[in-house]
Antibody, heavy 117, light 112 residues
Framework: EVQLVESGGGLVQPGGSLRLSCAAS????????MSWVRQAPGRGLEWVAN????????YYSDSLKGRITISRDNAKNSLYLQMNSLRVDDTAVYYC??????????WGQGTLVTVSS | DIVMTQSPDSLAVSLGERATINCKSS???????????LAWYQQKPGQPPKLLIS???TRESGVPDRFSGSGSATDFTLTISGLQPEDVAVYYC?????????FGGGTKVEIK
C-alpha cells in the first residue's frame, strides 16, 4: 500500500524549532518530487515547500522562507521539514504529499504543530 | 502569486441533485500543451485532502464519475452530478501552473 506517514509535530514555544519527518512506504520516494502543505485550524490549505527527486532543488513559500528547510534522505525513504523561529501563526497540521507536475497526488495524514507559550 | 477564488463558500444540495463549485484564477493557467493546470481536492473532516481531478478535467483513478471538472484559462467548475451522502466535504481548487502553488479558499458542501 502506498503510504506517507508524518511525525515530529507537537507543542513548542514561540521561537522554538521542530523537525518534521515524512516516511514513505509502498513506493520509492526517490522517484518523486515532494511537497509540504499546511492547514491552520479551521482554515484552508497553504503550500509550504517543494523539493525535487534528488533534493538538489528546493522552493519555499515567501511567508516561511528563511525559517524552514526542506530535505530528503532517499536511502531512508524519508522527507523532512526543519522549522525554526516558530511563531504562533505557524500552528497548523503539516502534510507531506507526492508532487507530479505540481499536482499533489498522495497525502499523509498530517502532523499537528502547536506553537504556544 | 496566482490568486484562486472559489464560489460559493458553502452550498447545500439535496441528495441526488447537482452541486456546482466555481473557481477563478487571477492568471491564465494554460501550459505549453494547451492544457489547463487546475486541480480539485476533496477534504472530509479529520482527513487529508484527496486528489479528485487534475489538468482541469482528468479524473483520478477510482474517483466516481459523478465528479467532473470543466473550464479553461481562468474559469473552472467542479460538478457533482447526483450528490451522495459521502460527498459531504470541503472542496478546494489549486493551480498547478507555477510556484508558489496556491489554493482556493474552499467550498463546503452539505446535504439540504
Amino acid at each position: 500500500e502506498v503510504q506517507l506517514v508524518e511525525s515530529g509535530g507537537g507543542l513548542v514555544q514561540p521561537g522554538g524549532s521542530l523537525r518534521l519527518s515524512c516516511a514513505a512506504s509502498g513506493f520509492a520516494l526517490s522517484a518523486y518530487w515532494m511537497s509540504w502543505v499546511r492547514q491552520a485550524p479551521g482554515r484552508g490549505l497553504e503550500w509550504v515547500a517543494n523539493t525535487n527527486s534528488d533534493g538538489g532543488q528546493k522552493y519555499y513559500s515567501d511567508s516561511l522562507k528563511g525559517r524552514i528547510t526542506i530535505s530528503r534522505d532517499n536511502a531512508k525513504n524519508s522527507l523532512y521539514l526543519q522549522m525554526n523561529s516558530l511563531r504562533v501563526d505557524d500552528t497548523a497540521v503539516y502534510y507531506c504529499a507526492t508532487n507530479a507536475w505540481e499536482v499533489l497526488k498522495v497525502w499523509g495524514q498530517g502532523t499537528l504543530v502547536t506553537v504556544s507559550s | 502569486d496566482i490568486v484562486m477564488t472559489q464560489s460559493p463558500d458553502s452550498l447545500a444540495v439535496s441528495l441526488g441533485e447537482r452541486a456546482t463549485i466555481n473557481c477563478k484564477s487571477s492568471q491564465i493557467l494554460y501550459s505549453s500543451d494547451n492544457k489547463s493546470r487546475l486541480a480539485w481536492y476533496q477534504q472530509k473532516p479529520g482527513q487529508p485532502p484527496k486528489l479528485l481531478i487534475s489538468w482541469a478535467s482528468t479524473r483520478e483513478s477510482g474517483v466516481p464519475d459523478r465528479f467532473s471538472g470543466s473550464g479553461s484559462a481562468t474559469d473552472f467548475t467542479l460538478t457533482i452530478s447526483g450528490l451522495q451522502p459521502e460527498d459531504v466535504a470541503v472542496y478546494y481548487c489549486q493551480q498547478h501552473y507555477t510556484i508558489p502553488l496556491t489554493f482556493g479558499g474552499g467550498t463546503k458542501v452539505e446535504i439540504k
